[in-house]
């Protein structure tokens, strides 16, 4: 992923080689067993090919729990423990979630029944691809800025069908370190896709994803897919890791009312996603208003979760 120059499609990370982890500090597998699971791996993601050609035919909850348990089989296969933390949304919401991999993709579709919306280059992914437009991914052509408002409406029209909609408005992956600050995203989460939720009625709903080797106990970058690395070395990392786990915490609702800034709202969820510590689920009182810090935003919180595929926008 080389850097571009900063503008509205093409967000930059200020990470590369030195966010992801030293030789020899993460835990590994044997060899045996690092080809075991790639075969494995390889092996869903032809499954996958297969269920895209029969989902069309399927009811619409057969095939979204049919994509669910896909997702969390090939996240499994290469040797990635799912631990969810949360309840996530069953009907109608945007969710939102911070990017650090490849794996980000698995862990939402594996967790939450969405559409994705993903840069139009997607499509063309051999087997990946053709999952995703069998399963209604919403695809971007980032060097059409003028087509963005109508990517916003088939994503409110979504919404407004009764479908959740996943994004990762920060456009591109990055370590999410706490001390990383020159690795963050500019612009921070794109707030477009929230006109979507705030069109359509819907609810947004934090998603933060966190990667840990449960070996060490410790958080890692292992499963990240960083600057200029190719797909292939990330997924050798992936395979050789031990005791990979990667924890979902599924966010109190946000509920924007219809006169909502986009920008507004995405500070807020992007203050959820990132100022609430991994694995903390916040507890807050059914209709009490809340004042997102560093926001100031007005919401009406629900119980949590009710309700890269680098998107840029």
């Given at each position: 992923m080389t850097a571009v120059p900063f503008d509205l499609w093409r967000p930059t990370s200020g990470c590369d080689d030195k966010c992801l982890p030293v030789p020899g500090e993460t835990p590994t597998v044997p060899a045996l067993r690092q080809v075991a699971r790639l075969l494995a791996g390889v092996g869903m993601l032809l499954l996958g090919a297969g269920l895209a050609a029969v989902l069309p035919v399927l009811p619409a909850r057969d095939g979204q729990a049919a994509v669910r348990a896909w997702a969390r089989g090939t996240a499994r296969a290469f040797g990635v423990r799912l631990v969810v933390r949360g309840r996530p949304?069953?009907?109608?919401?945007?969710?939102?979630?911070?990017?650090?991999?490849?794996?980000?993709?698995?862990?939402?579709?594996?967790?939450?029944?969405?559409?994705?919306?993903?840069?139009?280059?997607?499509?063309?992914?051999?087997?990946?691809?053709?999952?995703?437009?069998?399963?209604?991914?919403?695809?971007?052509?980032?060097?059409?800025?003028?087509?963005?408002?109508?990517?916003?409406?088939?994503?409110?029209?979504?919404?407004?069908?009764?479908?959740?909609?996943?994004?990762?408005?920060?456009?591109?992956?990055?370590?999410?370190?706490?001390?990383?600050?020159?690795?963050?995203?500019?612009?921070?989460?794109?707030?477009?896709?929230?006109?979507?939720?705030?069109?359509?009625?819907?609810?947004?709903?934090?998603?933060?994803?966190?990667?840990?080797?449960?070996?060490?106990g410790e958080s890692t970058t292992a499963t990240a897919f960083l600057g200029e690395e190719t797909l292939l070395r990330s997924v050798r990392r992936v395979v050789a890791g031990r005791g990979l786990e990667v924890t979902v915490t599924v966010g109190a609702a946000l509920h924007p009312s219809r006169d909502a800034d986009r920008r507004v709202l995405a500070r807020a969820a992007e203050s959820a996603v990132h100022l609430v510590p991994a694995g903390a689920v916040p507890v807050r009182r059914a209709g009490v208003?809340?004042?997102?810090?560093?926001?100031?935003?007005?919401?009406?919180?629900?119980?949590?979760?009710?309700?890269g595929l680098d998107l840029a926008a």
């Amino acid at each position: 992923m080389t850097a571009v120059p900063f503008d509205l499609w093409r967000p930059t990370s200020g990470c590369d080689d030195k966010c992801l982890p030293v030789p020899g500090e993460t835990p590994t597998v044997p060899a045996l067993r690092q080809v075991a699971r790639l075969l494995a791996g390889v092996g869903m993601l032809l499954l996958g090919a297969g269920l895209a050609a029969v989902l069309p035919v399927l009811p619409a909850r057969d095939g979204q729990a049919a994509v669910r348990a896909w997702a969390r089989g090939t996240a499994r296969a290469f040797g990635v423990r799912l631990v969810v933390r949360g309840r996530p949304p069953r009907r109608r919401a945007l969710v939102a979630a911070n990017h650090m991999s490849w794996l980000d993709i698995l862990v939402v579709l594996a967790v939450a029944p969405t559409r994705m919306v993903a840069k139009r280059e997607v499509r063309s992914w051999p087997l990946i691809g053709l999952l995703a437009a069998a399963a209604g991914t919403v695809f971007v052509d980032r060097s059409r800025p003028r087509a963005l408002p109508d990517t916003v409406r088939r994503v409110a029209d979504a919404l407004r069908a009764g479908r959740a909609v996943a994004v990762f408005p920060e456009g591109t992956t990055w370590c999410a370190g706490e001390d990383a600050v020159d690795c963050r995203p500019n612009g921070g989460f794109r707030p477009a896709m929230f006109q979507a939720a705030i069109d359509a009625g819907a609810p947004v709903v934090p998603l933060r994803i966190a990667y840990r080797c449960a070996a060490t106990g410790e958080s890692t970058t292992a499963t990240a897919f960083l600057g200029e690395e190719t797909l292939l070395r990330s997924v050798r990392r992936v395979v050789a890791g031990r005791g990979l786990e990667v924890t979902v915490t599924v966010g109190a609702a946000l509920h924007p009312s219809r006169d909502a800034d986009r920008r507004v709202l995405a500070r807020a969820a992007e203050s959820a996603v990132h100022l609430v510590p991994a694995g903390a689920v916040p507890v807050r009182r059914a209709g009490v208003p809340l004042a997102l810090p560093s926001t100031g935003l007005p919401v009406r919180p629900s119980r949590p979760g009710a309700g890269g595929l680098d998107l840029a926008a």
